[in-house]
């Protein structure tokens, strides 16, 4: 029903900034809340940040609170992840996840996403 596409991974030097985005396929795009993920070399994956179907609502880890920023543009089927004061800490595998909201709630899960991107890898060096 929606496929979800990630670009903007790359090499960063700590202190730099990176933007993730994510293209989603399909008529529905306002109806999903959608996130961010990670997975560190040898970690399991970790939520980093949601936002609502409306965008009104957010929420992030807390390793990534103040820094990270997660916004939607529901015009263009886009979510986007600016990543600023980069750690090495912030490498990873990051993923673009989407899932639908049930009507009249307004809210920024932080698990039970239903469908996911292909993942972009993004490197901090020391």
């Known amino acids: 029903q929606v496929q979800l596409v990630e670009s903007g991974g790359g090499l960063v030097q700590a202190g730099g900034s990176l933007r993730l985005s994510c293209a989603a396929s399909g008529r529905t795009f306002s109806n999903y809340a959608m996130g961010w993920f990670r997975q560190p070399p040898g970690k399991e994956r970790e939520f980093v940040a949601a936002?609502?179907?409306?965008?009104?609502?957010?929420d992030y880890s807390d390793s990534v609170k103040g820094r990270f920023t997660i916004s939607r543009d529901n015009a263009k089927n886009m979510v986007a992840l600016q990543m600023n004061s980069l750690k090495p800490e912030d490498t990873a595998v990051y993923y673009c996840a989407a899932t639908l909201v049930r009507y009249g709630y307004d809210y920024a899960p932080t698990s039970g996403y239903d469908y996911w991107g292909q993942g972009t890898q993004v490197t901090v060096s020391s």
């Open positions: 936002i609502s179907w409306s965008g009104r609502r957010t």
